[in-house]
T-cell receptor, first 109, second 114 residues
Framework: EDQVTQSPEALRLQEGESSSLNCSYT??????LFWYRQDPGKGPEFLFT???AGEEKEKERLKATLTKKESFLHITAPKPEDSATYLC??????????FGSGTQLTVLP | DTAVSQTPKYLVTQMGNDKSIKCEQN?????MYWYKQDSKKFLKIMFS???????INETVPNRFSPKSPDKAHLNLHINSLELGDSAVYFC?????????????FGPGTRLTVT
């Protein structure tokens, strides 16, 4: 059974204070690791897909990396508008997404 | 311009009632999904459906049933609603048949059972 564990559960940062979110996973036949952002009262918004160890993707202040056991979402010089819950998910041989419980990020001005 | 839409946004109903939530996607995707997000924000797959097969998560009660009138729609029917069904339900879609598992989500339907 595919499993995804995210840490920390919650993270409070000052504006400009860089940090990383962790996503550890076990999956049979990785078909992709996905990062989503979810704002309160809204659906998850797709950010990145990573397919193989060593792959990296960037979007504005966010950078996602992947190893064989975990993925990191690095946030560089975050702004208050980056506050959201960040969700990690994997697609395995079952071809369905298994989500982690998310990291709730708060960036203080 | 909306990619995945759901109606209604909010649904308040009493125990024992039957209700439906509608979902439409205009992305041309071949696979659609329903998820339940509980109070702890954990997203759990309920169903995935394309024109070939329906995959049901074994933990989903048979009071829940998806119905697809066409490729762009996957509605969720719930019979005999219970208090524990209160949650936010999300519809999503992807091009899974073409090997793309990125899913795009609707805005969610908050169901409250009283």
């Amino acid at each position: 059974e595919d499993q995804v564990t995210q840490s920390p559960e919650a993270l409070r940062l000052q504006e400009g204070e860089s940090s990383s979110l962790n996503c550890s996973y076990t999956v049979s036949g990785l078909r992709g690791l996905f990062w989503y952002r979810q704002d309160p009262g809204k659906g998850p918004e797709f950010l990145f897909t990573l397919y193989s160890a060593g792959e990296e993707k960037e979007k504005e202040r966010l950078k996602a990396t992947l190893t064989k056991k975990e993925s990191f979402l690095h946030i560089t010089a975050p702004k208050p508008e980056d506050s959201a819950t960040y969700l990690c998910a994997v697609a395995g041989s079952a071809r369905q997404l298994t989500f982690g419980s998310g990291t709730q990020l708060t960036v203080l001005p | 311009d909306t990619a995945v839409s759901q109606t209604p946004k909010y649904l308040v109903t009493q125990m024992g009632n039957d209700k439906s939530i509608k979902c439409e996607q205009n992305l041309g995707h071949d696979t659609m999904y329903w998820y339940k997000q509980d109070s702890k924000k954990f997203l759990k797959i309920m169903f995935s459906y394309n024109n070939k097969e329906l995959i049901i998560n074994e933990t989903v009660p048979n009071r829940f049933s998806p119905k697809s009138p066409d490729k762009a729609h996957l509605n969720l029917h719930i019979n005999s609603l219970e208090l524990g069904d209160s949650a936010v339900y999300f519809c999503a879609s992807s091009q899974a048949e073409r090997g793309s598992y990125e899913q795009y989500f609707g805005p969610g339907t908050r169901l409250t059972v009283t």
